[in-house]
């Protein structure tokens, strides 16, 4: 089984920072993809972005140039720098792997205020 633990959400103010980290464990097949997504209030969820096991990025147009992407062996992570409060959400952390899942983590919460 494979558990995925988030960390890193939090308040900021718009124009602000945060670091998004997620790390997983457990009996882990071999990992396809790793990547973000995130759910607004009354929105559904939608792909913020993800990193493929050679280094291959995906991001939505709302964040490029703003939010980045990359990942160690079993972690991944997001750099979140020029935050609106259009980026209030809740994030997700997702795993793909070759044999099972996809796995979610519990998400954590990130609100901008303006």
């Known amino acids: 089984q494979v558990q995925l633990v988030e960390s890193g959400g939090g308040l900021v103010q718009a124009g602000g920072s945060l670091r998004l980290s997620c790390a997983a464990s457990?009996?882990?097949?071999?990992?396809?993809?790793m990547g973000w997504y995130r759910q607004a209030p009354g929105k559904q969820r939608e792909l913020v972005a993800t990193i493929t096991s050679d280094g291959t990025t995906n991001s939505a147009d709302s964040v490029k140039g703003r939010f980045t992407i990359s990942r160690g062996k079993n972690t991944v992570y997001l750099q979140m720098d020029s935050l609106t409060p259009e980026d209030t959400a809740v994030y997700y952390c997702?795993?793909?792997?070759?044999?099972?899942?996809?796995?979610w983590g519990q998400g954590t919460q990130v609100t901008v205020s303006s």
């Open positions: 457990g009996s882990i097949p071999r990992i396809n993809a």
């Open positions: 997702n795993v793909a792997t070759y044999q099972t899942g996809p796995y």
